[in-house]
């Protein structure tokens, strides 16, 4: 008889690739790891592992395995939410990850109101960039991502996951609301301004770059953070400008002022999960709440 567990084992080292990555996903050590590994292949009875240098590979008997084993987790965790369905109240932990803006705008009322309807219920919030999230979420380290889209740029797809959207907010210049800056009305205005921007690699960063390619000049982009409460700080101290959702524009931050852009872009907002949990009353509810408190927002 094949062990769950270290069914699971397997399955995580499919999906994230070396020991020690496993080891820290399941807070074991490589060697207990690797120890579950030697068993469940003496347990199917074939090879399962091979060493390629330091690594090691999975055979093709252990990614068939493997595929058995996510089945198993999904029929495991779906009988779960099965038994656990008629409880009058919610319990357990619901574990999000979610990017700033959506942190800021939408979370403290999120969890507020989910404190009031379900006292018992437990949620965790921790901030991950959309692309890496959506991979956790995929691997079981998160139970809910929400996450963004950029026009232009399609986010991760992983077969697993579902996706539900939950609203889209207008992307805009946002430039001081001084003197010094008042004859920017347009796009190609700002070509000569200092500008900030999110790091390379993120898809609001290079959303950003091709949108002022667009619009004829390249950015001098002096200020590179991505935490976007420091792009307001900037802004409104004069010091740069930038494109912005409009999440952010939810505080009304003062001494910043916001230009349409040609074509009126607009990224795009949803939530995933794993098909498996997406039947959970408590990642329901949670949806539930979240699109309240996105539709009081932006109506």
């Not at 956790?136 to 697993?160: C, K, M, N, S």
């Not at 609203?167 to 800056?181: E, K």
């Not at 898809?203 to 976007?228: I, K, M, N, Y």
Request: charged share 20%.
């Amino acid at each position: 008889m094949l062990d769950v567990r270290r069914l699971r084992v397997l399955l995580e080292l499919q999906r994230r690739g070396t020991l020690a990555d496993v080891a820290t996903a399941l807070h074991q050590t490589p060697s207990a790891i690797s120890q579950q590994l030697n068993q469940l292949e003496k347990e199917a009875g074939t090879e399962l592992l091979r060493k390629t240098g330091r690594r090691v590979q999975l055979t093709p008997a252990a990614h068939t395995l493997a595929g058995y084993a996510a089945h198993i987790m999904d029929l495991l965790e779906q009988a779960h939410n099965d038994v656990t369905q008629s409880e009058t109240s919610l319990v357990g932990t619901v574990n999000v990850a979610v990017f700033q803006s959506a942190a800021l705008a939408l979370m403290p009322q999120v969890l507020v109101l989910a404190r009031e309807e379900h006292p018992d219920l437990r949620i965790t919030m921790t901030q991950r960039e959309p692309e890496t999230a959506l991979r956790e979420t995929w691997t079981r380290d998160f139970d809910l991502v929400i996450a963004e889209q950029y026009p232009g740029h399609a986010a991760p797809w992983h077969p697993e996951l579902d996706r539900i959207e939950l609203t889209t907010d207008a992307l805009r210049l946002a430039v001081p609301d001084h003197n010094g800056y008042a004859h920017v009305h347009a796009l190609a205005e700002a070509s000569t301004l200092p500008w900030v921007m999110e790091p390379r690699g993120t898809a609001s960063r290079h959303w950003a770059e091709q949108a002022c390619r667009q619009a004829g000049f390249e950015p001098d982009v002096r200020f590179e953070t991505a935490d976007l409460q420091a792009h307001l700080a900037l802004i409104a101290s004069g010091n740069a400008v930038a494109l912005l959702p409009g999440l952010m524009t939810v505080t009304h931050p003062s001494m910043v002022r916001f230009v349409d852009l040609p074509g009126s872009p607009r990224r795009t907002i949803f939530t995933s999960a794993r098909s498996a949990a997406s039947t959970r009353s408590s990642i329901i509810e949670l949806r539930r709440i979240l699109s309240l408190v996105t539709h009081d927002l932006v109506a």
